[in-house]
């Protein structure tokens, strides 16, 4: 078992301060990583997802302060403390770097001692607020609820979406429980990747555990990303069948009478709904929404999108009218 106290990234441009910030974390049991500018940091961040990241500003390609404020721009990396070092004590550069989402503040020359505190300090404070699920790497449930309040806070409307695989027991059933890690783990590759294909700054893919989850974005761009990825799994889920229950379209697994039954192979229900500040007075009606819609999708067979259009987003009148289907084929 590692004896690590956590995995700390530093990104400095001048070699003989970022050797010194290696050796005094390695000397004090912390896993590190090294940058020699804001977009090595931001790369390695992304691929690497460490625990508290040290960043100083005045760096070639990007600095400090930008490369703060794109890691907390994106979902992936948006919980992770940051700390600025600096020589730049000014209270207006110090301004600066907390607007950009900096945790912390810390001025050249740093007293080791105080450096270490404080790096801790970020380290517990993260790991009793982060949710970060342990399969798949994204933020978890209570992630989930702290972006949702974060744009409610600041007034912005915004779609939720969730996803729930169809047929994912019985696929477990068949195979165990480490191939069901694998269809989970190959779902949250795809959402990814939708995302950062097709979406935007701003967009946040999170795993509430098992089989579900779910994304916020844009109203506008809601239903295309839904549709996005549903296209996506539909491509998937088959390649993690054996050919012999691929090709006969189902897997043969005992119900929970325990009398052998045949389910068909994995699909998606995906269910869109709109929080509009506006008109919205509680998180509880999307939530609402969403498990009548979730509800909706799974009495109908395949991959589905359900959207509600009862209420509107900017401006239009708000109709009480069925929500739209889209069936895979």
Same mark, same amino acid.
């Given at each position: 078992?590692?004896?690590?106290?956590?995995?700390?990234?530093?990104?400095?441009?001048?070699?003989?301060?970022?050797?010194?910030?290696?050796?005094?974390?390695?000397?004090?049991?912390?896993?590190?990583?090294?940058?020699?500018?804001?977009?090595?940091?931001?790369?390695?961040?992304?691929?690497?997802?460490?625990?508290?990241?040290?960043?100083?500003?005045?760096?070639?390609?990007?600095?400090?302060?930008?490369?703060?404020?794109?890691?907390?721009?994106?979902?992936?990396?948006?919980?992770?403390?940051?700390?600025?070092?600096?020589?730049?004590?000014g209270d207006d550069d110090?301004?600066?770097?907390?607007?950009?989402?900096?945790?912390?503040?810390?001025?050249?020359?740093?007293?080791?001692?105080?450096?270490?505190?404080?790096?801790?300090?970020?380290?517990?404070?993260?790991?009793?607020?982060?949710?970060?699920?342990?399969?798949?790497?994204?933020?978890?449930?209570?992630?989930?609820?702290?972006?949702?309040?974060?744009?409610v806070d600041a007034g912005?409307?915004?779609?939720?979406?969730?996803?729930?695989?169809?047929?994912?027991?019985?696929?477990?059933?068949?195979? $165990?429980?480490?191939?069901?890690?694998?269809?989970? /783990? %190959?779902?949250?590759? #795809?959402?990814? @990747?939708? +995302?950062?294909?097709?979406?935007?700054?701003?967009?946040?893919?999170?795993?509430?555990?098992?089989?579900?989850?779910?994304?916020?974005?844009?109203?506008?761009?809601?239903?295309?990303?839904?549709?996005?990825?549903?296209?996506?799994?539909?491509?998937?889920?088959?390649?993690?069948?054996?050919?012999?229950?691929?090709?006969?379209?189902?897997?043969?697994?005992?119900?929970?009478?325990?009398?052998?039954?045949?389910?068909?192979?994995?699909?998606?229900?995906?269910?869109?709904?709109?929080?509009?500040?506006?008109?919205?007075?509680?998180?509880?009606?999307?939530?609402?929404?969403?498990?009548?819609?979730?509800?909706?999708?799974?009495?109908?067979? $395949?991959?589905?999108?359900?959207?509600?259009?009862? /209420? %509107?987003?900017?401006? #239009?009148?708000? @109709?009480? +009218?069925?929500?739209?289907?889209?069936?895979?084929?």
């Amino acid at each position: 078992m590692s004896n690590f106290e956590g995995r700390i990234l530093v990104a400095d441009d001048e070699p003989n301060l970022r050797e010194a910030l290696r050796f005094l974390f390695t000397r004090n049991h912390f896993e590190v990583l090294v940058a020699e500018d804001g977009q090595e940091a931001l790369e390695i961040a992304l691929r690497e997802q460490p625990d508290v990241i040290v960043l100083d500003v005045m760096m070639p390609r990007m600095d400090g302060y930008e490369a703060c404020r794109r890691l907390r721009a994106h979902y992936r990396t948006r919980h992770i403390p940051i700390l600025i070092a600096t020589a730049k004590g000014g209270d207006d550069d110090k301004l600066i770097g907390l607007e950009g989402g900096a945790n912390d503040y810390v001025t050249k020359p740093w007293v080791n001692k105080e450096l270490l505190q404080r790096v801790r300090n970020h380290l517990e404070w993260s790991r009793s607020q982060r949710a970060v699920n342990p399969l798949t790497g994204l933020p978890g449930n209570l992630s989930i609820l702290a972006e949702r309040q974060r744009r409610v806070d600041a007034g912005e409307a915004f779609a939720q979406i969730f996803l729930d695989l169809d047929n994912f027991k019985a696929f477990n059933d068949r195979y $165990g429980f480490p191939i069901g890690d694998t269809a989970i /783990r %190959a779902v949250a590759e #795809e959402l990814v @990747e939708v +995302v950062e294909s097709r979406g935007e700054e701003g967009d946040f893919v999170g795993h509430i555990g098992g089989d579900d989850f779910q994304i916020l974005t844009d109203p506008a761009r809601a239903e295309a990303l839904a549709e996005a990825f549903k296209e996506a799994i539909d491509v998937r889920m088959p390649k993690l069948y054996e050919p012999e229950d691929r090709e006969q379209g189902f897997v043969r697994v005992r119900n929970r009478r325990h009398e052998f039954e045949d389910f068909p192979l994995m699909s998606v229900t995906i269910a869109v709904a709109l929080f509009d500040p506006a008109s919205d007075g509680h998180l509880a009606q999307v939530d609402d929404v969403l498990r009548e819609l979730k509800q909706y999708g799974k009495g109908l067979p $395949g991959s589905v999108v359900v959207t509600e259009r009862r /209420r %509107a987003i900017e401006g #239009e009148q708000a @109709e009480d +009218v069925p929500p739209p289907i889209r069936k895979s084929a």
